[in-house]
């Protein structure tokens, strides 16, 4: 987990739905030194990149939401949308840290590998969540939240299929580019050539989780309590 912020904008309409525009941006990474499976320290990769979000998502208040004390001040709610957020993810080889999107990891975009193109850095994914909001007072509302993202890429992490041939990936990039595509010790060379590198069929899912704080705009209409 790393610490993200961002800018919400929200307009409501009635007093159960909710329109949320949102632009978030957060760091997110990982390294299968700190995993406990065998197989996942000895491929020993790693990744970590920023990535930004831009979504418009729908809020669905499962009690009618005002912000005058004789009616409901508080809600629980789902909400659900569309988003597009860019990543780039980067590894670190001896003190410096590498784009990975370029040097062809897994054989993307090589002459070696035609079938495998270039995944794209800027991508659609679909936000799922819950939450639970307060009117602080007629000025203010705060709320908790918590929310998956559900994506079409499997490269958020530089890590979906197979190994590449290790020559291949030397004579068309660079010797960092081979070292970063097999980081095994224990496997080193063509050894590892099409063997499993990542899981192809599980696409890759992240999640924000804060508080956001909105000054609302103006007092809401009265509506009778259900």
């Known amino acids: 987990s790393h610490p993200a912020g961002g800018i ?4 409501n309409f009635g ?7 949102t632009f978030l941006y ?7 030194a700190g995993s406990k499976d065998r197989v996942r320290k000895e491929r020993n990769l790693h990744f970590r990149s920023p990535l930004f979000e831009f979504s418009t998502q729908v809020e669905f208040n499962f009690f009618p939401y005002q912000n005058k004390k004789e009616y409901y001040l508080v809600s629980p709610y789902l909400f659900s949308g569309i988003s597009v957020f860019h990543f780039n993810p980067q590894a670190k080889f001896g003190s410096d840290w590498y784009d990975l999107h370029p040097l062809s990891t897994e054989g993307q975009g090589t002459i070696a ?4 193109k270039k995944y794209s850095l800027t991508q659609l994914s679909i936000p799922i969540g819950m939450g639970l ?3 602080l007072n007629q000025n203010i509302t705060i709320a908790i939240e918590w929310g998956m993202r559900k994506t079409f890429t499997d490269y958020i992490d530089d890590v979906s299929g197979v190994y590449p041939d290790p ?26 050539t099409k063997r499993q590198r990542g899981n192809s069929i599980a696409r890759d899912w992240y999640a924000y989780a804060g508080l956001i704080i909105t000054a609302n705009k103006k007092e809401r209409d009265a509506c009778p309590k259900f």
Do not use: C
């Open 8 to 11: 919400v904008v929200r307009t």
């Open 15 to 21: 007093y159960f739905l909710a329109v949320k525009n």
């Open 26 to 32: 957060g760091t997110i990474s990982g390294d299968d």
């Open 113 to 116: 590998y035609p079938d495998k």
């Open 133 to 135: 909001k307060y009117d």
């Open 167 to 192: 020559d291949a990936i030397l004579a068309e990039k660079s010797p960092v580019a081979g070292s970063l595509s097999n980081r095994d010790p224990g496997n080193t060379g063509a050894v590892n």
